[in-house]
T-cell receptor, first 108, second 118 residues
Framework: QKEVEQNSGPLSVPEGAIASLNCTYSDRGSQSFFWYRQYSGKSPELIMF????GDKEDGRFTAQLNKASQYVSLLIRDSQPSDSATYLCAVFGNQFYFGTGTSLTVIP | NAGVMQNPRHLVRRRGQEARLRCSPMKGHSHVYWYRQLPEEGLKFMVYLQKENIIDESGMPKERFSAEFPKEGPSILRIQQVVRGDSAAYFCASSPFPQGVLYQETQYFGPGTRLLVL
């Protein structure tokens, strides 16, 4: 079982819609959770981090964490074509583990 | 404030040659991480270094790979006798805080070095 699992997609949403990206992790002792955005051929760029159960909002982005279910998600409201990228979920317990990423395409 | 810098951005090597990848962390950051990203795969942790110390190299292949972060100068990831399977993007990330400091684990990534082994 992989430490961090994501649906590879591709996920397509129309412009203006809500994009929902999901991630599960295996280490129940994980403490910190991150979402990175990676454009093709570029480096990962930190979007959000979350440590506590519940929701954390930053602009159009909302991260949701449920430690009991070992589940973390990222919602992107009012999706824009510029949001088209691969979104990486990262989890830190005693080491960083990254998911393989979910490819998102926002259709104009 | 310059971000994490890596060079070269692209590196082509023939099988059996050595590849040397460099990473300069963000100003004020003394913690460096190296990751490898293969096509269709996620980022894989390789090694975590502080100045003059290797803290965690559990993700490093046992042979041909080595890393250092000297007191002066950039961190270097060295791959000896490269093989085609080493072709990948190698990313460096830096942090101002030690790994394991709760709620301070955020890392900032460099642009990566794309290694192609012919």
């Amino acid at each position: 079982q992989k430490e961090v699992e994501q649906n590879s997609g591709p996920l397509s949403v129309p412009e203006g819609a809500i994009a929902s990206l999901n991630c599960t992790y295996s280490d129940r002792g994980s403490q910190s959770f991150f979402w990175y955005r990676q454009y093709s051929g570029k480096s990962p760029e930190l979007i959000m981090f979350i440590y506590s159960n519940g929701d954390k909002e930053d602009g159009r982005f909302t991260a949701q964490l449920n430690k009991a279910s070992q589940y973390v998600s990222l919602l992107i409201r009012d999706s824009q074509p510029s949001d088209s990228a691969t979104y990486l979920c990262a989890v830190f317990g005693n080491q960083f583990y990254f998911g393989t990423g979910t490819s998102l395409t926002v259709i104009p | 404030n310059a971000g994490v810098m890596q060079n070269p951005r692209h590196l082509v090597r023939r099988r059996g040659q050595e590849a040397r990848l460099r990473c300069s962390p963000m100003k004020g950051h003394s913690h460096v991480y190296w990751y490898r990203q293969l096509p269709e795969e996620g980022l894989k942790f390789m090694v975590y270094l502080q100045k003059e110390n290797i803290i965690d190299e559990s993700g490093m292949p046992k042979e041909r790979f080595s890393a250092e972060f000297p007191k002066e100068g950039p961190s270097i990831l060295r791959i000896q006798q490269v093989v085609r399977g080493d072709s990948a993007a190698y990313f460096c990330a830096s942090s101002p805080f030690p790994q394991g400091v709760l709620y301070q684990e955020t890392q900032y990534f460099g642009p990566g070095t794309r290694l192609l082994v012919l």
